[in-house]
Every structure is written in C-alpha cells, then in structure tokens.
C-alpha cells in the first residue's frame, strides 16, 4: 500500500499555474496505478486524473482535459499533477491515491485511506 504526501497547492490567480507533487514514502509506488483527487467543500471527492504504473496511458476528467497533465517518476517514487490555466472552480483540496484506472470514472481509489492533501485556491 502506498503513503502518499502531498505538497504543491497555493493560492494563484485564474489563468495561473501550479505543480502538485506526491511522494510515496513506501516501496509499492511503481506497482500502483495512481491518480490525483480533488474535494471541494460540499462536493464528493472525484478523480481528475489518473496514469499507468509506467506512465505510458493517462485518463483526465472532461474538466481539466488539456489544461492538466499527470506525470510519474517511478525512480523517485513520485507523481505530478501539472496545473495551467486555473480556473476559480479548481479551487479545492487535492489527493492523491492508488487507482484503478477507469475510462468513465478515469480512477477509483483502492484504498480507503488518504493522507493530508494539498490546498488550491483559485481567484478570479
């Protein structure tokens, strides 16, 4: 199982871009499927991004296609959620997780667990 933690998130202005990063502590990183989550307040966690355990396939929500873009590097067991032209509706709390990739839902969470997450606050 991986243990994530999260780092990146800040307050930007609309248009503005962000790099998220997430940092597996354990040795299970590159055997995962993994995807970045986001929770705004009064909404359900919902996965924006996912990639392949080599990094070769990604799925995206319809919101964020073409304006994110998830990356990994298995050799330091980390994964990257590049963030450009924020947008005030990108404004919550990001995740990151264990996936199963899933072309509808682009990931569902293996686990139940979640670490502290990373905070993004976009301005109009």
């Known amino acids: 199982q991986v243990q994530v933690t999260e780092s990146g998130g800040g307050q930007v202005q609309a248009g503005g871009s962000l790099r998220l990063s997430c940092v597996d502590s354990?040795?299970?990183?590159?055997?995962?499927?993994m995807g970045w989550f986001r929770q705004a307040p009064g909404n359900e966690r919902e996965c924006v991004a996912s990639?392949?355990?080599?990094?070769?396939?990604?799925y995206y929500a319809d919101s964020v296609k073409g304006r994110f873009t998830i990356s990994r590097d298995n050799a330091k067991n980390t994964m990257y959620l590049q963030m450009n032209d924020l947008k005030p509706e990108d404004t919550a709390v990001y995740y990151c997780?264990?996936?199963?990739?899933?072309?509808?839902?682009?990931?569902?969470?293996?686990?139940?667990?979640w670490g502290q997450g990373t905070q993004v606050a976009v301005s109009s």
């Open positions: 997780a264990a996936v199963y990739m899933n072309n509808v839902r682009v990931g569902v969470p293996l686990h139940n667990s």
């Open positions: 354990g040795r299970a990183f590159r055997g995962y499927e």
């Open positions: 990639i392949s355990m080599t990094g070769t396939r990604q």
